[in-house]
């Protein structure tokens, strides 16, 4: 993940986030609407800035924070909305902190290692650059962490499927595509087993493979050609 996978940003959809005694040019964030909770956050501005606002929203019991629409010393008045970090990540983040070469400011990318495809939990934070590409990377995530196989043609399904029984919740985001997940594998043994038998899932065969005797059940497994 890197401030490359970002959308191209418009100067109208810049935020400043303010934390700590200190604000930023928030560029990219995820945030849940409800709770408040901050999922993930790409910010520019003096080092010093961007390391003060990071402590600050890791620190237990938080500190205040904010996003404000517009760019640092362009904010505008209102619409302050409160962020921090979810109890449930405390412990999974990580920053990366780099010097911009142009303009000589600085880079913060902050994010939970949910949003990490190797990170082992089963809840995992989706970061698309756009709303076409997050069938696809869901299906990646979740074959991931599934018991069960899950081919590559089903994603259009497993993806409608998330949205329809809440484990998969859109998040507040500008800059990025983001999604909360927390898949049921149960839930997901029982949908996938009604879909399969009623035929509104197939598995495409490999045109090399022999015909199989119609009497020998058909599985597939982690590995097959797909």
Same mark, same amino acid.
């Given at each position: +993940? ?37 999922w ?20 237990q019991?938080?500190?205040?924070a904010?996003?404000?629409?517009g760019?640092?010393? +362009?904010?505008?008045s209102?619409?302050?909305?409160h ?15 780099? !010097? ?8 913060? &990318? ?8 190797a ?21 990646r995530? &979740?074959?991931? !962490?599934?018991? &069960?196989? &899950?081919h ?7 993806w ?5 029984k809440g ?21 997901? !043994? ?9 035929g509104l899932?197939t598995?495409? !065969? ?7 005797d ?7 497994r982690?590995?097959d050609?797909?």
């Amino acid at each position: +993940m890197n401030a490359g996978d970002l959308h191209t940003v418009n100067a109208d959809d810049l935020f400043t986030v303010s934390a700590g005694g200190f604000s930023a040019t928030a560029d990219a964030f995820a945030r849940d609407p409800e709770s408040g909770g901050l999922w993930f956050l790409s910010m520019v501005g003096s080092q010093t800035a961007l390391k003060a606002i990071w402590a600050s929203l890791l620190k237990q019991p938080p500190g205040p924070a904010h996003l404000i629409r517009g760019a640092d010393g +362009m904010a505008l008045s209102g619409g302050y909305q409160h962020c921090h970090v979810p109890r449930e990540t405390v412990g999974t983040w990580t920053t990366k902190i780099a !010097r911009l070469p142009v303009c000589g400011g600085w880079h913060g &990318l902050v994010y939970t290692k949910l949003a990490e495809y190797a990170f082992e939990r089963d809840a995992f934070l989706l970061l698309a650059r756009s709303e076409e590409e997050a069938p696809a990377l869901h299906h990646r995530f &979740l074959d991931k !962490r599934s018991p &069960l196989p &899950l081919h590559r043609s089903w994603a259009d399904w497993l993806w409608r499927r998330a949205l329809a029984k809440g484990e998969t919740v859109p998040l507040q985001s500008e800059g990025v595509v983001a999604y909360r997940c927390d898949p049921d594998a149960e839930s997901l !043994r029982e949908d996938l087993s009604v879909a399969v038998a009623s035929g509104l899932l197939t598995l495409p !065969r490999d045109p090399s493979t022999p015909t199989a005797d119609p009497s020998t059940p058909t599985t597939y497994r982690r590995g097959d050609p797909s």
